[in-house]
């Protein structure tokens, strides 16, 4: 009779085999796997991002804090990205788990660290995914505008009701096309990502051709380059943790591991190629949009505070003329809904990896039958992405500027502790070969130590109600308030959870460990 190996199912302890990296706790979460190929994941990862959203977001509020330097901190921001980046390679090829930087940390470094570290993740994610609808939108009522000719449709957006109620609308359907899985993830994003590509493209031929045709063009120079002409170093910091957010989101890549082909190498690779391709796009875009209308503070310059916030909004007539411009509010508003969608992914998952290791209640465990998606993670993650945005409009006005601030923080947060991680995790491997010393130690030691040293600073100038917004609550600055805030509600979240689940908390289910060094053949 033939022997079948038993299929591992949800829940399942994966046993190891005593080789590098193996561990004896890992569990199965019940995941389509093999829906993704290496292709199919580096759009992904570029979608999360959504460099258009970024693009129009940030260009502005990165060049009123570093002006001209504008292209030398994109650069300096993609530094630490890229030593992460390794580090989440490594951690992935020893353990391709869906809780990435959760599941690493608490390999690492145990169970408080860990859970905190997951919530970084959930939390900045929320943040995104709400700011990634509130610019939907404001896109789907500007070219509703541009379509029907209409200023009052235009103006629709200014209603605070309808904003909301689109905004909602907008969440239920990018919840409900993640819930479906990964398959009608990416057939979606295909054509999503390509029309962003082809858009900026064209903007950046146009912007360049365009060139000296404005009042505040200015002419190309080397020294846009150079991080070191930034006047302040408070400045520099400011406009580094735009950066920083601006390439977010390609962890995304790790987070589908247990659904890719090749688990343990592919979502390093695609990690790296969506890397590749943003922060050619980003130069690009940096330097021809300054070129063409420069980064001051007057008429079409970049850090124009009248348009800053949203900046493919003024320069789409200028610089694209009438029809094409209108292509320029599709690209933001495909920007903005692809990424809406495959934001979810990474949220979702790690939620279902912790309440699998019974850190979260044992519910989000639910994976869908036929999707296999971890539904109620998608669903309670929509519904909190909602109920984040509404609350936040309806108190500030100003919560697209101060959240996006804020959750500059939180990917300092979470990447430095899994870089971090990474190094701890490898040490008995560090010198046992030039390879491993560079990529599981020095590159995500220094990439680790460059986002702390943002993260410190940046939390020091958040306390200044002139970062971000300016606004203030009993004289604290909104950004501190909101990121610490949310930082806290997690500690108070996780010692809840340290009541209802022990078992997690005392190092039971998820044991820390350093994999024993064995000497290759």
Same mark, same amino acid.
């Given at each position: ?314 320069? *789409?007539?200028? &610089?694209? !003329?009438?029809?094409? #411009?209108? /292509?320029?509010? +599709?690209?933001? $508003?495909? @920007? ?40 109620? *993670?998608?669903? &309670?993650? !929509?519904?909190?992405? #909602?109920? /984040?945005?509404? +609350?936040?409009? $309806?108190? @500030? ?40 010393? *560079? ?7 220094? #990439? ?74």
């Amino acid at each position: 009779m033939t022997q079948v190996e038993a299929r591992p199912q949800a829940g399942d302890t994966v046993r190891g085999v005593n080789a590098p990296g193996d561990t004896q706790d890992m569990r199965k979460k019940g995941l389509g796997g093999n829906s993704v190929g290496l292709l199919g994941n580096a759009v992904i990862g570029i979608s999360t991002v959504a460099p258009v959203y970024c693009l129009t977001s940030t260009l502005g509020s990165t060049a009123g804090e570093v002006g001209l330097q504008m292209p030398a901190v994109f650069l300096a921001g993609f530094l630490p990205m890229l030593l992460v980046a390794f580090a989440y390679r490594e951690l992935n090829k020893a353990m391709p788990d869906c809780g990435t930087s959760f599941t690493w940390t608490v390999k690492a470094f145990g169970p408080k660290i860990g859970w905190m570290c997951g919530w970084g993740l959930v939390i900045a994610t929320i943040i995104v995914l709400s700011n990634l609808a509130g610019v939907a939108t404001s896109y789907f009522w500007l070219l509703a505008g541009e379509i029907t000719g209409s200023e009052s449709v235009a103006a629709l957006d200014d209603n605070k009701a309808v904003h909301i109620v689109t905004c909602l609308a907008l969440i239920a359907v990018a919840t409900a096309i993640s819930y479906r899985g990964m398959t009608a993830t990416k057939g979606v994003q295909y054509a999503l990502v390509g029309l962003q590509l082809v858009v900026l493209a064209v903007f950046v031929a146009l912007a360049l051709s365009k060139a000296g045709s404005f009042e505040t063009s200015v002419d190309f120079s080397w020294s846009w380059m150079n991080p070191f002409a930034v006047q302040s170093f408070a400045a520099f910091t400011a406009g580094l943790s735009l950066s920083i957010f601006m390439y977010w989101g390609w962890d995304a890549c790790m987070a589908t591991n247990e659904e890719t082909t090749g688990s343990d190498k592919t979502p390093g690779r695609a990690a790296l190629i969506a890397m590749v391709v943003l922060v050619g796009s980003y130069l690009a875009t940096g330097i021809a949009a300054q070129m063409a209308v420069g980064s001051g503070d007057q008429g079409l310059g970049l850090a124009n505070p009248e348009t800053s916030d949203n900046v493919f909004a003024a320069l *789409a007539g200028p &610089v694209m !003329g009438p029809v094409l #411009g209108v /292509f320029l509010f +599709v690209a933001v $508003l495909a @920007s903005a809904a692809a990424s809406l969608q495959t934001t979810f992914i990474p949220v979702a998952r790690t939620v279902l990896a912790m309440s699998t290791y019974e850190a979260l209640p044992k519910s989000f465990t639910k994976v869908h039958p036929v999707f296999k998606t971890p539904g109620k *993670a998608t669903v &309670v993650a !929509g519904v909190a992405t #909602g109920a /984040f945005y509404t +609350v936040m409009t $309806l108190v @500030s006005e100003h919560v697209l500027v101060d959240t996006i601030y804020a959750l500059g923080l939180m990917i300092c947060f979470y990447y430095g502790i899994t870089a971090f991680a990474c190094v701890w995790y490898f040490r008995a491997e560090l010198f046992r070969s030039f390879r491993d010393l *560079a990529f599981k130690g020095l590159m995500p030691a220094l #990439g680790g130590l460059m986002l702390t040293a943002v993260f410190g600073k940046t939390l020091y100038d958040m306390w200044d109600p002139a970062y971000g917004s300016g606004s203030a609550v009993f004289g604290v600055g909104s950004v501190f308030v909101i990121a610490v805030g949310l930082l806290l509600l997690g500690a108070v979240i996780m010692l809840v959870m340290q009541r209802r689940s022990p078992a997690f908390f005392r190092g039971e289910v998820l044991t820390k460990e350093t994999p024993s060094l064995v000497v290759a053949d």
